[in-house]
């Protein structure tokens, strides 16, 4: 079945970096957009970064550009996430989706903590 996994999230100090990874199984990953989104407490759940299916065509929140790179490894079914200049208000549980077959479908998440 269609499935996400991340990974890489974890505790780091501000001005740190951390670089995320969502591996993906049961579709044909090269053909699909993926994207980024964030969830921070008490807030709804946001667009990070998106990528086009062969990795040429890239956009960004305003919060974050400048600091995060969003790639793919289209042989290793890959999404990517470098995240630079981490800040306090970067903490957030980070998920990967997908839109395939007309649905959504999203991974269980990783927790990224910014903190001192």
């Known amino acids: 079945q269609v499935q996400l996994v991340e990974s890489g999230g974890g505790l780091v100090q501000p001005g740190g970096s951390l670089r995320l990874s969502c591996a993906a199984s049961?579709?044909?990953?090269?053909?699909?957009?993926m994207s980024w989104h964030r969830q921070a407490p008490g807030k709804g759940r946001e667009l990070v970064a998106a990528?086009?299916?062969?990795?040429?065509?890239?956009n960004y929140a305003d919060s974050v550009k400048g600091r995060f790179t969003i790639s793919r490894d289209n042989v290793k079914n890959t999404l990517y996430l470098q995240m630079n200049s981490l800040k306090p208000e970067d903490t957030a549980v980070y998920y990967c989706?997908?839109?395939?077959?007309?649905?959504?479908?999203w991974g269980q998440g990783t927790q990224v903590t910014v903190s001192s």
């Open positions: 049961g579709f044909t990953f090269s053909v699909y957009g």
């Open positions: 989706r997908a839109f395939i077959a007309g649905s959504f479908v």
């Open positions: 990528i086009s299916s062969a990795g040429g065509g890239t």
